[in-house]
């Protein structure tokens, strides 16, 4: 987490110099181009949020309603940074004005667009404002996309020790299918489990701390290692759904994390193909996947693989997994990734 707000810090600090350079260099006078309705309807926002830049600027900036645009977004960008650093020095604050969502600076970015290409200012809004927008459409508020990675049968056991904690057989086959697609908490601040499983359930709470922060696409991939079965994909799905990523529950399911299987070795990767056929056919599976754009990332594992089978071995059970996996894929409609570790 720590890391995720060190990096989100940095990144809101360059866009911070950005828009201060914009601020210096953009001026339209309300002269020459009236400002748009959607402009003014934008300002009153902002002179509720941040009264202070308002009794800074307003006099300033009388006839340059973009220009006090622009000074509005260099302070919220400010003291979206002051959450960020607050939360990471373990002093939590709610800052006034600060972007909730990299959603909120991008609309904000659009709609200066938007008023220097009106004001037939096209130079401007290509050399100045398109490149700042590509970078927060990219970027967010996050800069990189943090992955996560555990092994299937940390999960397992995990998994199992909850069962047990509430009195229950431990979760295969069917049994799991029905609690994804039920709505029973299984995990509650009283229930008391081992160090073990409190680390592996802690990572899904850093995962969903850090989307809350600074936005989905911060942490939105979770890879399983040594992944065998289709249960194993189904274990980290009701896990997820305990730390509230996943809910399949619903007509219109919900879930903020790609689920990746990890494939490394020579067994595994001839059975690759065979494990998504069966998840792809699974009435949980298929609602993870719908909830996900009909998304599936694939990793495939060359170390591992090569060790234990050998090199052309393994060379040729990739190149046959991967040819079986595209054609299960396009079976099913289900846009593949396949990252190759």
């Known amino acids: 987490i720590a890391a995720a707000r ?18 210096e260099r953009l001026s339209i006078s309300s002269r020459v181009v009236p400002p748009t309705a959607a402009l003014r309807e934008s300002l009153e926002r902002d002179k509720k949020l941040q009264p202070e830049i308002w009794e800074k600027n307003s006099r300033r900036d009388a006839e340059e309603p973009l220009r006090l645009k622009l000074s509005f977004v260099e302070g919220r960008l400010v003291a979206t940074q002051r959450e960020i650093a607050s939360r990471d020095a373990g002093k939590a604050e709610n800052v006034p004005g600060a972007y909730r969502s990299p959603a909120e600076l991008i609309a904000d970015v659009e709609l200066i667009q938007e008023t220097v290409t009106a004001a037939k200012a096209n130079r401007a809004a290509r050399g100045l404002i398109a490149p700042l927008l590509a970078e927060i459409r990219m970027l967010g508020l996050h800069g990189y996309n943090l992955d996560v990675r555990e092994d299937s049968d940390a999960h397992t056991q995990a998994l199992n020790a909850v069962a047990k904690s509430v009195g229950l057989p431990p979760f295969e086959g069917e049994s799991l ?46 890879i399983i ?75 495939l594992g060359y170390s591992d693989s090569a060790k234990d089978v050998g090199v052309v071995a393994a060379s040729w059970e990739l190149y046959r997994s991967q040819e079986l996996l595209s054609a299960v894929a396009l079976e099913h409609g289900v846009s593949m990734s396949l990252l190759h570790g």
Do not use: C
């Not at 060190?6 to 601020?23: D, E």
């Open 177 to 222: 299918r029905r609690e994804l697609l039920g709505r029973r908490p299984l995990t509650s601040p009283n229930l008391r489990l081992d160090d073990q499983t409190e680390k592996v359930l802690a990572v899904f709470d850093a995962v969903r701390t850090i989307q809350d922060e600074l936005g989905v696409k911060a942490a939105d991939t979770y």
């Open 6 to 23: 060190r990096n989100g810090h940095a990144l809101v600090g360059h866009y911070i110099k950005r828009v201060h350079r914009l601020v």
């Open 225 to 299: 290692s040594m992944t065998h079965s289709p249960d194993d994909l189904l274990r980290v799905a009701l896990l997820a759904r305990e730390r509230g990523l996943i809910d399949l529950s619903q007509d219109e399911p919900v879930s903020r994390i790609d689920i990746v299987p990890l494939f490394e070795t020579g067994e595994d990767l001839a059975g690759a193909s065979r494990v998504m056929q069966g998840l792809f056919r699974d009435e949980a599976y298929l609602k993870q996947l719908q909830a996900r754009g009909m998304r599936q990332e694939i990793m």
